[in-house]
T-cell receptor
Framework: TQLLEQSPQFLSIQEGENLTVYCNSSSVFSSLQWYRQEPGEGPVLLVTVVTGGEVKKLKRLTFQFGDARKDSSLHITAAQPGDTGLYLC????????????FGDGTTLTVKP | NAGVTQTPKFQVLKTGQSMTLQCAQDMNHNSMYWYRQDPGMGLRLIYY???????DKGEVPNGYNVSRLNKREFSLRLESAAPSQTSVYFC?????????????FGDGTRLSIL
């Protein structure tokens, strides 16, 4: 069974601060996706990273896939209250295309 | 475009009762999934259907059954509900045959077993 560990589990910061959340595994993934989930709703895709070492930017969010495709990070610059939510990473393995393993998530609270 | 629709949104059951959670997608996706989400435990896969006519067990299938009724619909059944099945249930769908495709989620069914 492939496992994804996310850290930290909870993060509470002030508006304007920067933060990084991590997603780590001992397994190699063909791709890794980051989702954001708001209370009462389902997860919504933010980004998919595929190539080892890949960096993708989405406005103030920067996503990086590790060189060995076992880990990823999400960095938020100048966080805003609207960034508050649960951030989930999910890895797709080569052997079972379409089936993903989800991490336990990082709950982010950005205070105004 | 509704995406993935789950019904009902909320349900309270007594221990031992049965219930079917419904899920339908209008994106012509081949693959569909059922997850449960518990506090601090992320999403755990219950069952999935890679394509119409096939279903497979996920990480936590015990106590559940599924039916892939057609390409659009994938239902989850609790035959004899137990308090341990109190959770938020999410249905998702994705394109089959193409790697790195995201899953599209419904808004969930909040189920309480008393």
């Amino acid at each position: 069974t492939q496992l994804l560990e996310q850290s930290p589990q909870f993060l509470s910061i002030q508006e304007g601060e920067n933060l990084t959340v991590y997603c780590n595994s001992s397994s190699v993934f063909s791709s890794l996706q980051w989702y954001r989930q708001e209370p009462g709703e389902g997860p919504v895709l933010l980004v998919t990273v595929v190539t080892g070492g890949e960096v993708k930017k989405l406005k103030r969010l920067t996503f990086q896939f590790g060189d060995a495709r076992k880990d990823s990070s999400l960095h938020i610059t100048a966080a805003q209250p609207g960034d508050t939510g649960l951030y989930l990473c999910a890895g797709e393995d080569n052997t079972n295309a379409g089936k993903s393993t989800f991490g336990d998530g990082t709950t982010l609270t950005v205070k105004p | 475009n509704a995406g993935v629709t789950q019904t009902p949104k909320f349900q309270v059951l007594k221990t031992g009762q049965s219930m079917t959670l419904q899920c339908a997608q209008d994106m012509n996706h081949n693959s569909m999934y059922w997850y449960r989400q518990d506090p601090g435990m992320g999403l755990r896969l219950i069952y999935y259907s890679a394509s119409e006519g096939t279903t497979d067990k996920g990480e936590v299938p015990n106590g559940y059954n599924v039916s892939r009724l057609n390409k659009r619909e994938f239902s989850l059944r609790l035959e004899s509900a137990a308090p341990s099945q109190t959770s938020v249930y999410f249905c998702a769908s994705s394109v089959l045959g193409q790697p790195n495709q995201p899953q599209h989620f419904g808004d969930g069914t909040r189920l309480s077993i008393l």
